[in-house]
């Protein structure tokens, strides 16, 4: 196992097209920040890096729906995305970006060395070119229908009703999303990496030098070198990107993959080329946190990417598995002076309500908008999502266990707990911890118990086991809340003060180590925690102590950590979603394509006419028919309809409705049906009746 004297952790690039949600929270970015906040409180030197991913087809595509040009789109959501992280506590270093000028130049620089090396294949190849817009179309250009599902809307890469990965040749029908024409095949010049020539160091590199990879990494990078590596277009014609760095390129760009994980190593120096820059400054190009300078002793970025003693850790997503465990890999294979990732946690995908979330459907919970709803309740989304983290397969997010948690674990045995030990030290002692007198076996197991925590918290953290922290950690909580419910220190203050002394003191001493354990989960309530024992900066290896506060160490007010969410406020945000789902299959809703046409004369043997309900049951043994009496304005006649299903009997007896009288009698179930009422389907599938607005003569004509 090789010395480790820093870290570099890294957080998949955003796409810069749209705002982050809580599936990419709790996928890459929750679980570094507790990481990189544990490294911190262990003293560890570490950088913690990030940025917008701003190049690529689908920022051009937002750009052209939204009238405006690409940068101004990578602006916008740069800013959001960069707040909303900020806002979570998200404690990068640097957040930087890769329209940035050293991203530019880091990226050239690096495609340029592997070019010089003689490392790139050149081909030339047939491409999907739009004559009318006289631009060749990358694969988000182009839409077709998909030879697997039939569905008519999939793109050149992908289709998005099934999933399957394809190429552009592969659609059926395809056209250009600029013109609305069908591509022509045209001649283009591209470079690729040969993935294949490097095949066996990366078989060495995973299969063998890192079989104790998270499953799902291992698994999908295995699979990935079975099927035996290809060479990859690292070029495309484009006009929004960063410019390929050789003579005669004109109109070509780094494609965005080869582009965006460079991003990891601009950001790193961005960083140290700032020096000595007032870091409490908020700059156009990053976010830095205010209050303090990077952890690291390294006097440049290049030892943070470039030494072997550096330990690097991505933090990812699954669909980014192969990117960053395989591609980026094999470039820096190539350039030859990089070290390559010592651990990629990938997380699984978090679902919402059961559904995939979906940014396009906007079945989502974004981050920027939690806010608005839940003002200063960061840490309770950062504790429920670090609780059902999808560390090893897809997980759902409900509203429901959001409420559950903040309420029964949040509100109920943390909060508890320290409210009622602060509450009580200020009652009978005026704030001040008291001195510890003699011990009782229960206390010696208490304490023991609670020296136990630090280093079990801590081993999950390292193995990227989070949620088995969190568990560890809200189990200390749950220690401290039953130390004082079985030692009852209300009741024995009447008889024995000494006692409550020790107990109190035992129980602050719990609450510090809490207010120090907890700050990779829940920072903002932490600092909160820590504000009120009045407890100063203590680092995670002081932890376990019973001595972290002093005998007469005064005490801050206490206010309360967490309060209780009200089944009022979840019930909002279901309906929002809900709202979201109908009006997502009101969009979503295929029309029905026009009939063959008939002539006049055909349509004018339709006898349609205004009659009015006067009776209706249920059909025995049936769930879809209605018995129903109709008063046409010519008679009374027994019609049976499907609508059971959308009408209760006694709801519609009075209603009028459009009726096809010259119908031929048709038995169903036994009974004649004398004509048919007509409907109409709205986008929910639910029926309504196609009836006058205004009350009318039973027996009046719809023409």
């Not at 659609?171 to 040969?194: A, C, D, V």
């Not at 395989?326 to 294979?333: D, H, N, R, S, Y």
């Amino acid at each position: 196992m090789k010395e480790i004297k820093r870290y570099t952790v890294t957080s998949a690039l955003p796409y810069t097209n749209g705002p982050v949600h809580i599936g990419h929270l709790a996928g890459a970015y929750l679980p570094a920040d507790i990481y990189v906040r544990y490294l911190r409180a262990k003293g560890k030197d570490v950088v913690f890096v990030c940025g917008s991913d701003e190049h690529g087809v689908p920022i051009t595509i937002k750009a052209k729906a939204e009238g405006v040009t690409p940068q101004q789109v990578v602006d916008k959501y740069h800013k959001i995305i960069g707040d909303s992280f900020r806002d979570f506590g998200i404690s990068f270093d640097i957040y930087h970006r890769t329209s940035s000028k050293t991203q530019h130049e880091t990226a050239s620089e690096i495609f340029k060395t592997i070019y010089d090396k003689g490392k790139f294949i050149e081909e030339t190849s047939e491409q999907y070119f739009d004559e009318k817009a006289q631009q060749f179309l990358a694969d988000r250009y182009i839409t077709g229908t998909c030879p697997k599902c039939g569905y008519d809307k999939a793109y050149g890469d992908q289709c998005e009703n099934c999933g399957s990965t394809l190429n552009a040749t592969d659609l059926i029908n395809p056209k250009s999303t600029l013109s609305g024409e069908q591509p022509i095949m045209k001649s283009t010049k591209h470079w690729y990496l040969p993935l294949d020539q490097y095949q066996t160091q990366l078989e060495k590199y995973i299969l063998e030098d890192h079989k104790d990879w998270k499953t799902n990494v291992f698994g999908q990078c295995k699979s990935w070198l079975h099927q035996g590596l290809q060479p990859r277009a690292v070029t495309r014609d484009l006009e929004w990107g960063i410019p390929v760095p050789i003579p005669g390129t004109d109109g070509k760009v780094l494609y965005v993959w080869f582009d965006a994980p460079i991003g990891y190593i601009s950001a790193t120096k961005e960083l140290f080329g700032l020096k000595d820059a007032a870091w409490s400054d908020k700059h156009d190009e990053y976010y830095l946190k205010a209050d303090r300078k990077p952890q690291t002793s390294a006097a440049s970025w290049e030892e943070h990417w470039k030494s072997k003693d550096t330990q690097l850790v991505h933090f990812i997503g699954k669909d980014n598995i192969v990117f960053h465990c395989i591609i980026f890999p094999a470039m820096l294979m190539a350039e030859g002076s990089y070290i390559w990732a010592d651990e990629v946690p990938a997380n699984e995908f978090l679902n919402l309500e059961s559904n995939k979330i979906s940014t396009s459907r906007n079945w989502a919970v974004w981050l920027n908008d939690y806010l608005v709803d839940f003002k200063d309740k960061q840490d309770v989304l950062r504790y429920v999502l670090c609780a059902t983290a999808p560390e090893t397969k897809d997980n759902d997010f409900t509203w429901k266990d959001f409420q559950s948690r903040n309420n029964s674990e949040l509100v109920a045995i943390f909060g508890n707990f320290i409210n009622r030990v602060v509450v009580l030290s200020h009652k009978y002692f005026e704030g001040k911890v008291m001195p510890m007198g003699a011990m009782t076996d229960f206390d010696k197991e208490v304490i023991a118990e609670l020296q136990s925590y630090p280093a079990k918290i801590g081993a999950s953290i390292e193995n990227y086991r989070f949620r088995e922290a969190l568990q560890e950690f809200m189990s200390l909580a749950r220690l401290g809340n039953k130390y004082l419910a079985d030692t009852e220190p209300w009741k024995l203050i009447k008889t024995d003060e000494e006692r409550v002394k020790t107990i109190l003191n035992i129980g602050l001493q719990i609450a510090a180590n809490l207010a120090v354990l907890a700050e990779p989960f829940i920072p903002f309530s932490a600092k909160k925690l820590a504000s009120m024992l009045n407890l100063d900066n203590v680092s995670w290896d002081e932890t376990g102590s019973i001595d972290l506060l002093k005998a007469g160490h005064q005490l801050n007010e206490g206010v309360l950590l967490f309060d209780k969410i009200e089944d009022d406020v979840i019930e909002l945000q279901i309906k929002k979603l809900m709202d979201t789902k109908e009006a997502n299959e009101v969009a979503n809703k295929v029309t029905v394509p026009a009939k063959e046409n008939i002539t006049f004369d055909e349509f004018s043997k339709m006898d349609i006419r205004v009659g009015t309900i006067i009776s209706a049951e249920k059909v025995a043994k049936t769930k879809k028919l209605l018995k129903l009496t109709v008063d046409t304005g010519i008679d009374q006649r027994t019609v049976v309809s499907g609508i059971a299903e959308y009408f209760d009997p006694e709801s519609i007896i009075g209603q009028q409705v459009s009726i096809l009288v010259n119908l031929a009698p048709r038995e169903i179930k036994g009974i004649e049906s004398q004509g048919m009422i007509l409907m109409a389907e709205d986008a929910d599938g639910k029926l309504r009746f196609t009836a006058p607005t205004a009350k009318v003569k039973n027996g009046s004509e719809i023409r």
